[in-house]
């Protein structure tokens, strides 16, 4: 089952940090730009509606892991044992309440979606913070510096992905309309790398504080998936530098062909935010240090 866990807590994050990132990128077009995203409502609600799914699914994950018995993964009395006995249960139950308030606010107050996006699906992530490997590997009075440290890794990361999401549509629209299309990829840079360096720095203070621990030796299996993940995120990185200070230039001299590969770099992109989240939701599962 340890798998299947993964592979929820990656779609989990994937759908949350879209919802998040989406939502946010959003905001800031038609704060900027008087621009809409183009993705409709019914996305955002599928996201929601994913993340929450996901969240109750991980609540039956845990039960298995304590009881041992895999029918309690569907079990919602189960899934209610842990929401109430454990720090983890307790936070997944604020957050699957967040996303069933975001999805209420699709539906009663649409006007609301990217703003609500934002708060709801930005305060879920946050919640992820405090159960995270950073937070539990360090001494008590560091607990929430590195609880909010995971956040805001979270936060950033969430903005990098959604955001990649939000230009799909202007990048795939045919006829395509170039300025406008330049226009968004030049905010979505500016915007874009800020995340990233946020990101990095974030993600080393986590590295830092879950393998400087000490008297412990360090999990081979959870060194070679956090190799992984930080090859990945060299990789997608390459690419968005390659977008930046290749395609963009060469698109907006006309270049045809740049336009045609720029959807292909920024599918790579998302697919290689995939595999990190499905690194990630191994990593979670992976002890990081062996005694």
């Not at 937070?135 to 990649?164: E, I, K, M, P, T």
């Not at 290749?246 to 907006?252: D, E, R, V, Y």
């Not at 336009?259 to 770099?265: F, K, M, Q």
């Amino acid at each position: 089952m340890t798998g299947l866990f993964a592979i929820t807590r990656a779609l989990h994050f994937f759908s949350a940090m879209t919802l998040f990132g989406a939502s946010a990128f959003g905001l800031v077009l038609r704060s900027r730009l008087q621009r809409e995203t183009g993705l409709p409502r019914s996305f955002f609600a599928l996201c929601a509606a994913v993340a929450l799914l996901t969240t109750l699914l991980t609540l039956g994950f845990v039960a298995d892991q304590i009881t041992g018995t895999a029918d309690a993964i569907f079990d919602p009395a189960s899934w209610a044992a842990v929401a109430s006995d454990t720090l983890y249960g307790e936070l997944a139950l604020v957050r699957a309440v967040l996303f069933l308030s975001f999805l209420l606010c699709v539906w009663l107050r649409p006007e609301w979606t990217l703003r609500s996006g934002v708060i709801l699906g930005g305060a879920a992530l946050i919640l992820l913070g405090p159960t995270s490997h950073a937070s539990r590997a360090v001494a008590s009075q560091y607990v929430f510096l590195l609880a909010a440290n995971d956040s805001v890794h979270l936060l950033a990361g969430g903005f990098w992905l959604g955001g990649l999401v939000a230009l799909l549509p202007a990048t795939l629209a045919k006829p395509r309309d170039v300025p406008e299309l330049l226009t968004r990829l030049r905010l979505f840079s500016a915007w874009g790398m800020a995340a990233v360096g946020v990101l990095i720095l974030a993600g080393s203070a986590n590295a830092v504080a879950i393998l400087d621990m000490q008297g412990m030796r360090w999990s081979e299996s959870y060194l070679d998936w956090l190799a992984i993940k930080l090859v990945l995120a060299a990789v997608m990185i390459a690419l968005a530098l390659t977008n930046r200070f290749g395609l963009m230039p060469a698109i907006a001299r006309g270049d045809k062909e740049a336009g045609e590969t720029l959807r292909w770099t920024l599918f790579a992109e998302l697919s290689c935010a995939a595999l990190i989240l499905l690194a990630v939701g191994i990593l979670g599962l992976t002890a990081p240090m062996q005694m």
